[in-house]
């Protein structure tokens, strides 16, 4: 196991950290509020986009970006509180999205399903071969993942899978070996 080398820090040891990296704490109470409920870790991964920067043409001559452990003059822990009230309420809000849509499908595939018999769900034959077939399912998702690439321009009909379970479907159906 690896020897970990970082000191722990109190609250006070971690903002004069922050404060000696040109963050500005002019008001110690409030930065040790949001270090002692957020955490250093999380605070500071905030405040990245306001680290010193500056940039660099490497050996191939690439483009690159030198981060620097300093804060650009001017960066407050009040910038951080900002955009992690920010995050947190955006969070929320696609949560809030995402719990109507899952509802709202639940609602829809119960009601469609219900219609046939209480256990539909259970019965593949109530699905398209893609959603049972986890076959199917890794190549359809190969495929338009290589459309999204420009691979491949379109698609028709069904794609082959040899040895799915929905071949073997159709095999016993017909009578096939």
Known sequence: ????????????????????????DSGRQTGARLLS???????????????????????????KTLIHNNYQVGTTLEYAEALINFDRQLRMLVLDGIERIEVSLRTQLGHVLGRQSAFAHLDPINFVNAFTD?????????VRSAARLGLVTALSGKVPIVGSTSEKRDKQSSGRP
């Open 1 to 24: 196991m690896a020897e970990y080398t970082k000191p722990w820090l109190s609250i006070s040891e971690q903002l004069d950290k922050l404060e000696s990296r040109s963050v500005d």
């Open 37 to 63: 409920t957020v955490g250093y870790y999380r605070v500071t991964g905030y405040l990245f986009p306001f680290r010193e920067s500056e940039p660099y043409v490497d050996e191939p001559g690439r483009q």
């Open 134 to 142: 986890p076959i199917v399912l890794r190549a359809s998702l190969c």
